[in-house]
């Protein structure tokens, strides 16, 4: 049982150390149940996770199943950054689920193979770097929506916009430096208007 094991150090010290805990459990074979609350650090240490809300397991399962595809509302929120977008089913089939949010001014696709009963109430995930960011409408996507960048944050490898849509909705989307979109010699700035938009693969509905 590790408690908290790596929170008195610095950042730089505290990812080479998780790595040599990965090495040892792997060279002993042992099962290591490890505390923590920093995501990161249950992301990058663990096989599986568990989740717990008020001493109630909400979720269990790999890093990349609870990340990807949280089952309920506390586990996408709890687990890294996210969009939730309110909104309601107003058509499904195909793999294919229509929902109007009124937040996004229209109508998200959403590839899932669930089906929700027309006219009941989901939540619309998104994570931030599953958002594309530009300052030309993309021509012929789904999932588009305008807004105006109201904040910015620069962190060398990847950039942190914070977005602000016509209904007054904020939207966090990150986008990897190293690929974010150049149009006309520089990319999106603080109060530029700019485009958001996203796969329908991106689109995580949530029920719960």
């Given at each position: 049982?590790?408690?908290?094991?790596?929170?008195?150090?610095?950042?730089?010290?505290?990812?080479?150390?998780?790595?040599?805990?990965?090495?040892?459990?792997?060279?002993?074979?042992?099962?290591?149940?490890?505390?923590?609350?920093?995501?990161?650090?249950?992301?990058?240490?663990?096989s599986r996770i568990a989740v717990m809300d008020r001493?109630?397991?909400?979720?269990?399962?790999?890093?990349?199943?609870?990340?990807?595809?949280?089952?309920?509302?506390?586990?996408?929120?709890?687990?890294?950054?996210?969009?939730?977008?309110?909104?309601?089913?107003?058509?499904?089939?195909?793999?294919?689920?229509?929902?109007?949010?009124?937040?996004?001014?229209?109508?998200?696709?959403?590839?899932?193979?669930?089906?929700?009963?027309?006219?009941?109430?989901?939540?619309?995930?998104?994570?931030?770097?599953?958002?594309?960011?530009?300052?030309?409408?993309?021509?012929?996507?789904?999932?588009?929506?305008?807004?105006?960048?109201?904040?910015?944050g620069y962190f060398g490898k990847d950039s942190l916009?914070?977005?602000?849509?016509?209904?007054g909705h904020l939207v966090l989307v990150n986008s990897?430096?190293?690929?974010?979109?150049?149009?006309?010699?520089?990319?999106?700035?603080?109060?530029?208007?700019?485009?958001?938009?996203?796969?329908?693969?991106?689109?995580?509905?949530?029920?719960?």
């Amino acid at each position: 049982l590790l408690d908290e094991p790596l929170g008195a150090l610095d950042k730089k010290l505290r990812e080479h150390t998780q790595f040599e805990l990965m090495n040892i459990q792997d060279r002993t074979g042992i099962t290591f149940i490890v505390v923590t609350h920093d995501q990161e650090e249950a992301m990058t240490l663990s096989s599986r996770i568990a989740v717990m809300d008020r001493g109630v397991i909400r979720q269990v399962g790999t890093p990349n199943e609870i990340y990807e595809f949280p089952s309920n509302r506390f586990v996408a929120d709890f687990i890294g950054s996210i969009n939730q977008f309110e909104g309601e089913v107003i058509r499904t089939g195909g793999g294919m689920t229509d929902v109007s949010c009124p937040v996004l001014s229209g109508t998200v696709k959403a590839a899932t193979d669930a089906t929700p009963e027309r006219g009941s109430k989901v939540t619309v995930a998104v994570r931030p770097e599953k958002i594309t960011i530009t300052r030309k409408a993309p021509s012929g996507g789904v999932n588009v929506v305008r807004g105006t960048v109201r904040d910015l944050g620069y962190f060398g490898k990847d950039s942190l916009y914070r977005v602000k849509l016509e209904s007054g909705h904020l939207v966090l989307v990150n986008s990897v430096n190293a690929r974010r979109i150049d149009e006309g010699g520089r990319v999106a700035q603080w109060e530029d208007e700019v485009w958001l938009s996203f796969e329908p693969s991106s689109a995580i509905l949530l029920t719960d």
